[in-house]
C-alpha cells in the first residue's frame, strides 16, 4: 500500500471518528502527520499529485470543521487547529 493509500485511509478513519463524536485519536493524527512527511518526499520532484490524494486535501478542512460545531468550544479549536495543520501540510505539497 502507498503512503497516499494509506494515508486517505487513515484520514477517513480519523474524520469518522470526530464525526461519530468519539473525540480526536491523537494517534491516528500523529500517523497522519508522518504520512503527510512521506508523501512530501513521495512528490517532491513530482509536477502532479495523485487525483485521489488532490480531492482528500481539498475536502479536508470543510470535513474536519463542519464537525466541530458538535463539540465544546475547548475540542471545537482543537479540532479547527488540527485541521488548519493538516491543511498547511497539504498545502505545502502542493505548492512545492
Not at 8 to 18: A, G, R, V, W
Not at 61 to 77: E, I, N, P, V
Not at 81 to 91: G, T, V
Request: charge should be negative; charged fraction near 25%; aromatic fraction near 10%.
Amino acid at each position: 500500500m502507498t503512503n497516499t493509500d494509506l494515508f486517505i485511509e487513515k484520514f477517513l478513519q480519523f474524520d469518522l471518528q470526530i464525526r461519530e463524536k468519539a473525540g480526536i485519536d491523537y494517534q491516528l493524527y500523529d500517523e497522519l502527520l508522518t504520512l503527510l512527511y512521506l508523501i512530501s518526499i513521495d512528490y517532491a520532484n513530482q509536477d502532479v499529485i495523485p487525483k485521489k490524494l488532490a480531492d482528500v486535501f481539498l475536502d479536508m478542512w470543510g470535513a474536519l470543521t463542519s464537525s466541530a460545531d458538535m463539540y465544546d468550544k475547548t475540542m471545537r479549536d482543537e479540532i479547527n487547529h488540527i485541521a488548519d495543520n493538516l491543511c498547511n501540510k497539504a498545502r505545502n505539497i502542493v505548492c512545492s
